[in-house]
């Protein structure tokens, strides 16, 4: 297992997705330094996940024939552009469109990632390599987030973006030292056209993964994007405390993805079961009020379960998709997941606006119970043992 490559491309992954994250902590310091409206910045989240999930698929068409290592180390390039651009943005449009230049490579990004990994992988331990790319979003959720929010306020929400413009570039130099030569599977076999990315959705077990990939993630970003409100509702965790519990949500995140890392490959469906059953029940003990050490331990316990989610579903679209398909399979499943963070911020504003907070929990739980019970009867996405040949 190529590990340097992984651990690079782990780093990556941890620039998107703190990037894409990072104006929640700083929307005070954002609407300030710009003259807008806090309601305005979070436009730039919505904006970010419309566009990303729109272009996935056209743009991961027109890429098919561009060596794989060529194209993470480009979407890398052009998300430190996008970030020096931010950076420097003197007007809120301008910053508007910086992080949507962020938002067309970031489908790119994403829907390669997962092929490339598995390709860096022995047979068999596509799920493990997987686990350890995805350590960069767990980082991202435990450090990621917190110091580009710590650093935004003490110097200001310009140096925290310039800050992940040089983290991007250096990313940027080490893809392109680590990855050995990966020239693209679709060459010889499919056209690198629009039509080839769309011919995946006729594969019916993509298909239902990534309906379950959009239940499960519309449920967990309702709740999880007004996580802050919950647990202060519920057990008055603010300030240092409120900090404090989300780095432990991530931590313990961490420690699922490395206990989980190793049998995502052997044992999909009970694994991703298990996981969800346990969300299941932490975020429906959160819609009623608790005291501070309930709350915290429920919202852990979903920071374990949830965070170790995405492992399985990546792992399962590289595992139902052939081959010289996964390119577009990962574009379907990064197009599921960006309809699931989209749609769950929407609807739970929605019910926020209408004082329906303490509802969200079991919004959340409703749905991964769905996702659980859908996983349950999707034994050839999901099987309950796999073996591969010694």
């Known amino acids: ?160 973006t310039g800050v992940l413009a040089v983290a991007g570039a250096l990313c940027v130099l080490a893809l392109l030292r680590v990855l050995p030569s990966l020239p693209p599977i679709q060459a010889s076999r499919v056209r690198a056209d629009l039509r080839a990315a769309f011919l995946i959705m006729g594969n019916r077990r993509v298909v239902r993964l990534s309906m379950i990939t959009t239940v499960v993630v519309i449920g967990h970003f309702a709740a999880y994007t007004y996580i802050a409100p919950l647990v202060r509702r519920d057990g008055g965790l603010s300030g240092v405390g409120l900090s404090a519990l989300l780095l432990g949500y991530g931590a313990v995140g961490l420690i699922t993805n490395y206990l989980v890392g190793g049998f995502v490959d052997r044992r999909p469906g009970p694994v991703l079961t298990g996981l969800l059953g346990v969300m299941t029940v932490a975020v429906v003990l959160l819609a009623p009020p608790l005291g501070v050490a309930p709350t915290v331990i429920v919202t852990l316990l979903w920071g374990a379960a949830f965070t170790a989610i995405p492992v399985c579903l990546a792992a399962g679209i590289l595992r139902v998709a052939p081959p010289e398909e996964r390119d577009a399979a990962s574009a379907i499943y990064v197009v599921a997941f960006q309809i699931g963070i989209g749609g769950g911020a929407f609807i739970g504003e929605r019910f926020v606006s209408a004082g329906w907070l303490g509802v969200l929990p079991l919004l959340a739980a409703a749905m991964a119970l769905v996702s659980c019970v859908l996983v349950a009867r999707a034994r050839q996405v999901f099987p309950d043992r796999m073996t591969y040949a010694s």
């Open 1 to 160: 297992m190529n590990r340097r490559a992984l651990t690079v491309l782990g780093a990556s992954a941890f620039c998107y997705v703190t990037a894409e994250t990072l104006p929640v902590g700083l929307l005070p310091q954002i609407s300030a330094g710009l003259a807008v409206d806090e309601a305005h910045v979070g436009l730039l989240l919505t904006s970010y996940a419309v566009v990303a999930g729109v272009t996935t698929i056209p743009l991961t068409a027109l890429t098919m024939r561009v060596p794989r290592h060529l194209l993470i180390a480009i979407a890398m390039a052009i998300f430190a552009v996008s970030q020096v651009a931010a950076s420097f943005a003197p007007t809120f449009l301008i910053l508007v469109a910086a992080r949507l230049i962020c938002a067309l490579a970031h489908g790119v990004f994403w829907s390669a990632i997962g092929p490339v990994t598995a390709r860096l992988a022995p047979a068999g331990q596509a799920g493990k390599a997987t686990a350890l790319v995805f350590l960069g979003n767990s980082l991202a959720i435990v450090l990621g987030v917190p110091l580009g929010t710590a650093l935004g306020q003490w110097l200001g929400w310009r140096a925290a």
